[in-house]
Structure formats: C-alpha cells, structure tokens
C-alpha cells in the first residue's frame, strides 16, 4: 500500500483517540498503511488485538468508517527476566496474588482464553502446586497426559494448550510436597512441555510470596506480571507483598486487576461494594502502574467454571475482554520505555 503521511497523521491523531484499550497509549505511525485511492487502511498491532470490539470503536467515528480496514497483527516477543534462555515460550505473564481466595486462577483462565480467542497461540500453565484449579476449569482428561519425544503434550481447549500439576498427581497428592520439591517439579513442568510456538504463556502463580513464589519468579523467563487483588484491606496487604516482589525481582509490574470490586444488582444494576471500594487503584498508584479492571462478583461466570467441563464455550464479558486487551498493551509499552 502507498504512504501518505498527512493522511496517515490525521488518522493516527484519531485511532490514538478511539475509547479502546489497545489504543490508550496512542497508535504509532509505522502501524499504519493507506491506499488513498482505494480508501483500503491496514492496522497492524504488535501484540493480540480483539478486532471485533476495534471495528466496533471505529465504526462509530465517520472519518474511520470512510475507509476500508484491515486488523492485523505480529505479536512481539518481549525481553524477559532471563535473556541467556531460549524464548520457545514467547512472552511469559505470571498472575500472581498475596493470598488466595482472590479468584487469581479464574482471572487466569479468563485472560488465557480471552487472547486465544483473539487469535494468539497462548499457553496456560497451572503453577499453583498446593490447589491446582485449571484441571477442575477446563476439564480432567480420564488418561495421564501423553508424552511424545520425552515431552508432555499439553490439554487441549480450544486452541489453549494448558498443563497442570493436577493433570499428573491424584487429587490430594499435591498438597503435601515440600517447597523444594514443589519448585522443582513445577520448573520441570515449565520445561518440559510440548508448548509448540506460543505469543503468550500465561502462568497461575502459587498465592503468597514465599519460597516457591521466589523460585519460580526468579527461574521462568517472565516478560512480566499481573497481581490480583480484592478491595479488602487483608488482601491489599498481601497483593502488596506479591507487587514488591516483583519490583525487587526487576519483573515489571503490568498492573492491577481488583477482582469481587462490587456486586451489580441484576434487576436495577446498581453496584453494591461488599469488600470496600478503590483498593485496587490505590495499590496501582502506589506502585505507578494501571488498575488493569475492575471485575464485578458475578455467580454467573463462577457457575460456568464450575460446569465447563459438560460443556463447550465459557462466555466471556466484554469487561473480561477488554482487561486481556489491556494486559497485552500495557505489556508491549512498558517494555518499549524500557528500551
């Protein structure tokens, strides 16, 4: 396509403005190819997009909606916290909580799945030896995992490959390994999966900050981090433990994802905050990094959680989305600062 740079500026002025998350640190020219002729416009983003809510963003402008798109995308892969190791994983994005019972695995998931969707290679690995909870999420095969050429070959949903220490010990097995043992065998999980080429590998931290948090923290490859919190003080006390870590690690903090922020009435819709409000973002100026969303309590999506294994789809809201969205973005400009 032919470049016309005052063309390609005006629509870049309005792209970086559009109400989307992919587009909250503006849009950088070389992103963008034009055919004026033809009113015929690529986009090509650097990391996962969620093209159908971008249409959508841009649909309601009519100096965009004059031209003709195409989303696209080539998702980088970011320096992480081990530049001597091969990057076969690609970006490495560690949840991490100060405690559990923050919903830490399901917003996993959720992330997980929301950038598969968009079209990413994602991987997800449960690394939360002591409750592991992707097997009871995504579904317990009846057979161990396969091993092909010395390697496990992930589960499949989808097009997410996932592994889990719950998909190699029985139940109650897990709960009783020492913390060395633990780091040992989750490190050997992390490497010896068959992950094949992947954009993103999402990583269900342990809760906590100790010794296994540490190990796998300073071990894995991680392009950076998330912590999840609710708005309780007891548990803003513990996420900051997990985001001072991560900061004395030199792990760069993506941001902060509040989970439980509210319940919304399902008649009037009015929010109901049952755990305290604004904690989330607190903690998220304390460390200057973004508060990543704000997910409501919902019985709904916890029920389909809980019955995803009878069934074929999770849905997933346009909040959960637009936080994955978010993830990606924030993630490929904290490391463009970086460079």
Request: charged share 20%; with cysteine; proline share 6%.
């Amino acid at each position: 396509m032919k470049s016309f740079s005052a063309k390609n500026e005006q629509l870049v002025a309005l792209l970086s403005d559009l109400a989307h998350p992919a587009c909250e640190h503006g849009i950088h020219p070389d992103w963008l190819s034009l055919d004026s002729d033809t009113k015929e416009a690529k986009l090509t983003f650097p990391f996962a997009i969620d093209k159908p809510s971008l249409i959508a963003a841009m649909d309601n402008d009519p100096d965009l909606s004059a031209w003709q798109w195409t989303i696209d995308c080539q998702i980088k892969r970011l320096a992480n916290s081990k530049p001597d190791l091969p990057m076969k994983t690609g970006n490495v994005i560690v949840v991490s909580s100060g405690k559990g019972g923050v919903g830490k695995s399901s917003v996993s998931v959720s992330l997980a799945l929301a950038l598969s969707r968009m079209g990413a290679r994602v991987g997800l690995l449960d690394a939360d030896i002591y409750g592991p909870s992707i097997p009871t999420m995504l579904g317990k095969p009846e057979h161990k995992l396969e091993v092909k050429n010395d390697k496990l070959q992930p589960i499949k949903y989808e097009q997410l490959s996932a592994n889990s220490i719950g998909y190699l010990v029985d139940d109650n097995d897990a709960t009783i390994w020492r913390g060395p043992m633990a780091s040992r065998a989750l490190q050997q999980l992390f490497n010896d999966t068959d992950w094949g080429l992947l954009d993103y590998l999402i990583v269900d931290m342990p809760p906590g900050t100790g010794d296994i948090q540490l190990t796998m923290a300073q071990q894995l490859p991680v392009t950076g981090a998330v912590v999840v919190t609710t708005p309780q003080n007891v548990a803003l006390k513990d996420a900051e433990k997990g985001a001072s870590m991560f900061e004395r690690l030199e792990i760069p903090l993506i941001g902060v994802l509040e989970n439980m922020s509210y319940f919304e009435c399902g008649h009037c819709g009015t929010p109901t905050y049952l755990f305290g409000q604004g904690g989330g973002e607190q903690l998220a100026r304390r460390h200057a990094v973004k508060t990543l969303g704000q997910w409501p309590l919902t019985p709904e999506f916890g029920a389909q959680l809980d019955a995803l294994q009878k069934q074929t789809t999770l849905e997933l809201s346009a909040l959960q989305k637009q936080t994955a969205q978010r993830v990606v973005a924030e993630l490929y400009h904290l490391k463009q600062q970086s460079v």
